[in-house]
């Protein structure tokens, strides 16, 4: 069966961007969870480094970031030969079909993306036309490989529902055509995000209400991979937290965001629940909690930190297990452009 064949087979994408550390809430948000579905999916995953320029990147930075992420993605536990990891410059179908998807999307649907109103801010006028976009690319990222599963944090859950509208009207649009073609009544699946990793929102240490991002100026807000134990240590002890000592019961968690996140936090790496943390820690102060979260971050990020370090190190090896992925990728996202092509009426 080929890949344009009228059944899509089940298939997992995700992508992180490389600008700047990966941190605690990519892993526990989507990382574990990509681990996870290797085993019982056919995975792509990507490194978008198109859409890290929507904000300026130093060149130097970018190359190094980009290594450092996929070094991230083999010490978390992604197969590269089983599985495909690549970044997306490598492969131009992406952003051949994103164009297709800027004249599919409508203004309204991106006019309501609240990450783009979050990152633009008030300086609205000078934000990147690709940052407006962005959502069109994060789309044709997907369903270039008409991927059906993606595993992500909470966060994009906007993007994966803007995905979805984009092929339901892409199919609307050109039924006629994607029949004719013998794609029976649906070219593009609508893809599921998959929003279950341990711990889908993890939010600042500094400040409970805002997500961990790579993005916040102070580094003292995430915990990033490449933190060495002492700087967990400082991390953990300097998190906001407030003056009431922890509840036994999750109710005691309302109002009080630092506090329910570092629970969260703890839930997630050692794989209890949260009201088993509670149980354990309740009635207790702060301090010796963020003592046994110190010793629990530092034995779980540990390995993955050390092999991602030894990894980074071999610029050569990064840059082999990309162009080998790009090489695959490119070959299913060929094929579905070439489709997409037929389907709208290009001539090739
Ligand atoms: N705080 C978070 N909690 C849970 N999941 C998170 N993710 C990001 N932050 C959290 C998930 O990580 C994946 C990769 O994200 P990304 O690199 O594409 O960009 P992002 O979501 O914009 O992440 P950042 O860290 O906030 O980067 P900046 O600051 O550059 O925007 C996604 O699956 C995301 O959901």
Known sequence: MTETSLTIPPRVFSGMQP?????LGNYLGAMVNWVAMQRTHDCIYCVVDMHAITVAQDPHELRKSIREVTAAYLAAGIDAKKHIIFNQSQ??????????FNCVARLGWLNRMTQFKEKAGKD???ASVGLYAYPNLMAA????????????????????????????????????????????EEFFPLPEPMIQGPATRVMSLRDGTKKMSKSDPSDYSRINLIDDADTIALKIRRAKTDPEPLPSEMQG???????????????ALSGQSKEEVLKQFGGGQ?????????????????PVTAEMKRL??????????????AD?????????????????????
Do not use: C
């Open 91 to 100: 492969v131009a179908e992406h952003a051949e079909l994103a164009w297709v």
């Open 286 to 302: 702060f301090s010796a909690f963020k003592a046994a979260l110190v010793d629990l971050a530092v034995a779980k990020l540990g």
């Open 328 to 348: 695959r990728a490119r070959v299913i996202a060929r094929q579905n452009m070439d489709a997409v092509k037929d389907i709208v009426g290009f001539v090739r």
């Open 253 to 267: 968690l309302a109002g009080r965001p630092e506090a329910e996140n570092l629970i969260g936090i703890f839930s």
């Open 141 to 184: 990222d997907i369903l270039v490989y008409r991927a059906t599963h993606v595993p992500v944090g909470e966060d994009q859950k906007q993007h994966l529902e803007l995905a979805r509208d984009i092929a339901q009207k892409f199919n609307n649009d050109f039924a006629a055509s994607i029949a004719e073609h013998g794609f029976g």
């Open 124 to 126: 609205r006028e000078n």
């Open 312 to 325: 980074s190190g071999d610029a050569a090896y990064i840059d082999s297990v990309l162009k080998d992925g």
């Open 19 to 23: 600008s700047g550390n990966l941190h």
